[in-house]
């Protein structure tokens, strides 16, 4: 019913940037909160920044002053933007949105396919 497709990720050197995409379609009547999360093997997925319907954002400590979260509502798309990077930001990222669907009275949500992000030194 939802598609999410990523795209933006590679491989940067240590203080290079990136930008992520997450662009949603299907038989969606709006959208609410959206964000990224990334995780490593082996390692639990960390929530890395979200941002609301209303434009609010959060951001996990490690990220603070290097990412920032952006949405565009017209095209249904969750960016993220990732500077000075680290090798420590290595990970696949994941988006996430929380879909209110055609037709329905509660949200869902869905999850991306990943997007693998590799940082060298």
């Known amino acids: 019913q939802v598609q999410l497709v990523e795209s933006g990720g590679g491989l940067v050197q240590a203080g290079g940037s990136l930008k992520l995409s997450c662009a949603a379609s299907g038989s969606i009547f709006s959208l609410g909160a959206m964000g990224w999360s990334r995780q490593a093997p082996g390692k639990e997925r960390e929530l890395v920044a979200t941002?609301?319907?209303?434009?609010?954002?959060n951001y996990a400590d490690s990220v603070k002053g290097r990412f920032t979260i952006s949405r565009d509502n017209a095209k249904n798309t969750v960016y993220l933007q990732m500077n000075s990077l680290k090798p420590e930001d290595t990970d696949v990222y994941y988006c996430y949105v929380r879909v209110l669907l055609k037709g329905r009275s509660y949200y869902t949500n869905y999850w991306g396919q990943g997007t693998q992000v590799t940082v060298s030194s």
């Open positions: 941002i609301g319907s209303g434009g609010n954002t």
